[in-house]
């Protein structure tokens, strides 16, 4: 029988990853303190994770000033849009197996 | 079978994140009942300045445009607009209070700006007509460009609002074929509508 775990993304086990996906791949964009808000994490909880899907390249980041405080901006990388569609297909076939 | 309800719950996060993100959902249903009543009252008063004592589903065969009733209508509608804002805005930030969420985030201010926008164009548009003598805009136009923001407001808010929306296009369209009647239909799309869509969406997400 074929894994179904294989195309199961590491990058996504953890929650907040995955909620950070989510959100990017409907948004333009996100700025670091309304994504805090909205998943309503710590700073240094939410850079860690930003920082992994960062070193996975699914994600982008754009640092900028908003007057002085630091605005920084994420998307979703094209890579990032495919690894988290690809990782919902896996969700949803399994959820399908195990119903059937 | 644990595992099978974790990527349900996956499943289920991923949805929710993704409509908070993108929509502001702490819309208070409640306001939109306290709107309908206010518009209802407003309509009450227009009636008794307008029509009494004859009836309000009559045909008028005169204008309305004896000067000192002008202004008492327009500060009827500006006192029910100014209820109805008031009471909206209350009422969401209590609502957005109470399920912890932020209520001025970036997707109320998207909401806003969108809404904002086809009011004031409209709002504008009314305006200049009446001073050129044209009262007859002012119901159909009313209710064709609230409808309007609404159906373009939709878009970042609750779904259902698309609904309210394509009824006050559909009242305004009517109301402009049937000249004179203007009152009628503004009564009901302002304040019975409203009142149905609060009631509806109290139920519906305000428990």
Redesign the interface.
């Given at each position: 029988m074929k894994d179904p775990f294989e195309h199961f993304d590491k990058a996504f086990e953890n929650k907040i990853r995955l909620q950070i996906m989510s959100v990017l791949v409907v948004n333009a964009y996100y700025e670091f303190n309304t994504l805090k808000e909205l998943l309503n994490v710590t700073d240094g909880n939410l850079a860690s994770h930003l920082k992994a899907l960062e070193k996975e390249e699914y994600i982008e980041v754009v640092k900028g000033f908003n007057g002085r405080k630091p605005n920084t901006k994420y998307y979703a990388s094209k890579a990032g849009r495919a690894a988290f569609v690809k990782h919902l297909n896996t969700l949803e076939k399994l959820i399908n197996t195990q119903k059937n | 079978m644990a595992?099978?309800s974790a990527?349900?719950n996956?499943?289920a996060?991923?949805r929710n994140?993704?409509e908070?993100?993108?929509k502001f959902i702490s819309l208070s249903g409640l306001s939109g009942v306290l709107a309908g009543i206010f518009a209802l009252a407003g309509s009450v008063v227009a009636y008794f300045l307008i029509y009494y004592p004859n009836s309000p589903f009559g045909f008028r065969f005169y204008y309305v445009n004896e000067q000192l009733i002008l202004s008492y209508l327009f500060l009827t509608a500006g006192i029910v607009l100014a209820c109805s804002l008031a009471a909206g805005v209350v009422l969401t930030i209590r609502k957005a209070k109470r399920s912890g969420l932020?209520y001025w985030?970036?997707n109320a201010r998207r909401l806003f700006i969108n809404m904002s926008l086809p009011l004031v164009a409209g709002g504008i548009f009314i305006i200049v007509l009446v001073s050129r003598g044209y009262f007859g805009i002012v119901a159909p136009a009313s209710l064709l460009f609230y409808g309007l923001a609404l159906l373009n407001a939709s878009n970042f808010t609750l779904t259902d609002v698309r609904y309210l929306g394509i009824c006050e296009i559909v009242l305004g369209l009517l109301c402009a074929i049937l000249p004179g009647y203007g009152l009628i239909f503004w009564a009901t799309g302002f304040g019975v509508l409203h009142i149905v869509y609060g009631t509806l969406m109290h139920s519906k997400y305000d428990k």
């Open positions: - | 595992k099978d990527f349900e996956d499943l996060s991923i994140i993704m908070r993100s993108t932020n985030d970036k």
